[in-house]
């Protein structure tokens, strides 16, 4: 079974069977209910807005994570970074988050060197509205 759960600030959304076992599962990736990932070393937080683990319960692989801008600046780099440094905490702290796709979602697009970056690499998903709600 795969558990996808979606975090935003003021909406919580787990699409699965069992809305309990999905949380646990993001509880045992280190995050918080609202997803949030504590960095004592960089002195902060990190909240993601989607977090995407496979089966295996406690112990289940994090497949993605990923990070929504519904604002008028486009997506950048600096973007991109956090999500990579989030990826790395996990696996830091135990988890089988080597592999696991960073995806970022934005209404108002990305910039040009974002793009660039993510077409070189199978680890990165740009997800605009067009994709989100065409597919394409």
Do not use: C, W
Request: overall charge positive; hydrophobic content about 45%; glycine content about 8%.
């Amino acid at each position: 079974m795969l558990t996808i759960t979606v975090v935003t600030r003021a909406l919580h959304v787990r699409l699965d069977e069992a809305s309990a076992a999905a949380l646990d599962v993001v509880r045992a990736t280190g995050l918080s209910d609202s997803a949030v990932l504590n960095d004592p070393k960089g002195r902060a937080q990190h909240q993601l807005d989607v977090v995407v683990v496979g089966p295996g319960g406690a112990a289940a692989p994090v497949l993605a994570i990923g990070e929504a801008k519904h604002t008028a600046t486009t997506m950048n780099l600096a973007h991109l970074h956090r999500l990579e440094h989030v990826r790395s905490l996990l696996v830091t702290r135990g988890r089988d988050a080597k592999g696991a796709k960073l995806l970022a979602f934005s209404a108002s697009g990305f910039d040009r060197a974002l793009t660039n970056e993510a077409r070189g690499r199978a680890d990165v998903e740009l997800i605009d509205l067009d994709r989100l709600y065409r597919g394409h």
